[in-house]
């Protein structure tokens, strides 16, 4: 690890200095000190950071082990930076696409057309775009990779048309067809991965599928609309980010930015503050659904905004059962659910809200898990919690029922979750995208992209985003992850301490607190930290979804990338560079532990990329598998 010499650890200090630090007027603020202060407090990371004194005022969990200098664990040479249209992978690795936007599912569907780029009904048999969240499912020798599809650029899917936008009923169709989730059996043969063709198991769940809300929300007054006057039968999911498994055997995807698709054919409708907390506005993004479909026009349709914005669970074997929407895990805009099973069998799941300024969430079944037994209710009846940092890196969930928040029900709760979070004082949060949970040990983490209205703006509920916690820095361009331990190791526990991870930044631009942490240097940064996830050796895996403009600020970072952390020593090195103007988001393995696939989304979205075709072709979302030349374990 690098340490600049130019930032010192600061001194340990107290609560009253530390307050006083992050409250002062801005020309006096020591960010250097603040962050010094969270990363290295109770000495998480090890590698001489002071763990003493704090460690007794602080002690309700064992730390880790401190270690003279960084292991030996990272038995690759690490890749450098690049903006090529390729993928980068260390020397002794390769890669090769598995799966692309477009490619057929079935026999019957139509190869993918790099002019027209496709059709309503060629996309409707055919993988979605821009793979996000995904999971290897292996069950009886068969492999199904599900992953989401959560938005188009609309630049590249409507390519054939002069205004870059839906111009005909069957556009939007396309359109509709190409969000959602895409199920479908791969397989290896002599290496190589591909798909298997017409597979009981393939599958597309779309903008239009079918979809049964569960929970406590199910049939209330807001979810009814005139399509649905029961309130329990919706249509469709999109906008999926993240996701999430389940012991299982479920699939979890994850509604993110799902007010992006709604609009108003009334140009004078005002639209409700609880429609405003997520975004929703007389236009939409350019998606045009409502010119085609109702639903999303909010003039009409007010109340099928609260019909999205949940986490939805598929079951990936069988092709025929209904997605439900799971409203006791909340309504915001969820980037992936992390679900852990506590050691007396309650089911956890943590859960970020990616919007600038919104909060970090956590779900406590009533029920225990038990192998073999009913699972149905699990994500059904629970409690939900919100988090509260505190700056001398302790914290609480606080719960959200009717008590807590003064709303009417536990209905309302998970409608208006983001009202109830705020009514409780919850921390905001720089944009919380994954949370990953460590396999061997109680301890969480999550990817705070970045967040630009740090300090200078509160959140679309009002509430205030000062320099606090685990989000020191002002306009926040880099991001940073944090992490967290349940109190004695239990995470029903209400109780938790925390420390950040890595403080991700520009260590040959700035020499401040946005040069980053001790453990980011000019070998390995990156920006906005989003896809994280754990391998079975407790090696944290991290994608970006950044800046690549390789300028500036972010000058020498490159393309998009994915990184691995040792948690113990909190060393980072690179593992692989995206092609142009992707997004390097999504991670699975496959059971063997000999191919790790990973999610290229959107390489192109400003028209600068032909991968993985090459020249003359459309650019296309893809998913690759990565392996090692000698066929050995990765992970
Ligand atoms: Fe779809 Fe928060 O990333
Ligand atoms: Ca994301
Ligand atoms: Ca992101
Ligand atoms: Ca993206």
């Keep these: 690890m690098t340490n600049h010499n130019n930032r010192e650890i600061a001194s340990d200090l107290s609560f009253d200095d530390f307050d006083e630090i992050i409250n002062p007027g801005p020309e006096v603020t020591d ?85 027209t780029r496709g059709t309503g ?211 915001f805009k969820h980037e992936n659910a992390e679900v852990v099973v506590n050691k007396d069998g309650h089911v956890v799941v943590y859960m970020g809200d990616d919007e600038r300024g919104e909060f970090i969430y956590r779900f406590v079944s009533d029920e225990k898990y038990v192998e073999g037994g009913a699972t149905t209710d699990l994500l059904n009846n629970g409690k939900l919690y919100v988090a509260k940092f505190n700056d001398d890196q302790t914290g609480q969930w606080l719960e959200l029922s009717p008590e807590t928040t003064g709303m009417k029900s536990q209905a309302e709760i998970c409608i208006y979750s983001r009202q109830a979070a705020s009514a409780v004082g919850a921390t905001t949060m720089d944009r919380p995208e994954w949370v990953a949970s460590h396999p061997q040990k109680a301890e969480i983490y999550c990817a705070l992209t970045n967040n630009k209205n740090r300090g200078k703006k509160p959140n679309a509920g009002g509430d205030e985003t000062p320099l606090t916690g685990p989000n020191p820095r002002a306009a926040n361009l880099y991001g940073q992850i944090v992490r967290w331990r349940p109190k004695n190791q239990n995470h029903t526990s209400d109780k938790f301490s925390w420390d950040l991870f890595a403080m991700a930044g520009n260590p040959t631009v700035h020499q401040d607190a946005y040069a980053g942490s001790k453990n980011i240097d000019q070998h390995n940064m990156f920006n906005s930290p989003d896809g994280i996830s754990f391998d079975n050796n407790g090696k944290l895996w991290i994608q970006t979804d950044g800046n690549y403009s390789n300028k500036d600020e972010f000058a020498g970072m490159g393309n998009n990338q994915m990184l691995i952390g040792d948690t113990e020593t909190g060393e980072i090195q690179r593992f692989l560079v995206g092609p142009k103007e992707c997004e390097v988001t999504g991670i699975t393995w496959s059971e063997d532990r000999r191919t790790v696939f990973v999610g290229i989304q959107h390489p192109g979205e400003k028209g600068d990329s032909t991968f993985p075709g090459g020249e003359g072709t459309a650019p296309r979302s893809a998913i690759v598998a990565v392996t090692r030349d000698d066929g050995s374990v990765i992970g």
């Design 31 to 115: 960010f250097e000190k603040i962050i010094e202060k969270a990363m290295s407090r109770r000495g998480f990371l090890g590698g001489g950071l002071a763990i003493g004194a704090s460690a007794l005022v602080l002690g309700t969990t064992a730390l880790t082990p401190m270690k003279a200098q960084a292991s030996n664990v990272f038995d690759f040479e690490p890749v450098k930076t690049n903006s090529l249209d390729t993928i980068t992978v260390p020397k002794g690795y390769s890669w090769q696409v598995v799966t692309q936007w477009g490619d057929p599912l079935w026999s019957k569907s139509i190869e993918f057309d790099h002019k």
């Design 121 to 331: 009904e060629s996309q409707e048999l055919s993988i979605g775009d821009n793979n996000d969240g995904m999971s290897l499912f292996t069950v009886k020798g068969r492999n199904i990779l599900v992953s989401n599809n959560e938005y188009t650029n609309r630049d590249i899917i409507y390519d054939n048309r002069e205004s870059k936008l839906p111009e005909t009923a069957d556009d939007i169709r396309k359109g509709k067809a190409a969000h959602g989730v895409t199920v479908v059996e791969i397989e290896q043969n002599d290496k190589a991965w591909s798909i298997v063709k017409d597979s009981q198991f393939n599958r597309r769940i779309t903008a239009d599928t079918p979809m049964e809300i569960t929970g406590p929300a199910r049939g209330h007054a807001l979810l009814k609309t005139e399509a649905d006057p029961t309130g329990t039968q919706s249509l469709g999911t999109w906008n999926n980010c993240g996701n999430g498994r389940t012991p299982w055997g479920t699939y979890l995807a994850c509604e993110e930015n799902f007010n992006g698709y709604f609009s108003s054919s009334d140009e004078n409708y005002i639209p409700s503050d609880a429609l405003k907390r997520y975004g929703i506005k007389n236009e939409d993004w350019g998606y045009g659904w409502a010119t085609e479909d109702q639903r999303f026009d909010i003039s009409k349709n007010p109340n099928e905004p609260n019909r999205a914005g949940y986490i939805v669970e598929i079951d990936p074997m069988d092709p025929q059962s209904t997605p439900k929407k799971r409203t006791a895990l909340g309504r």
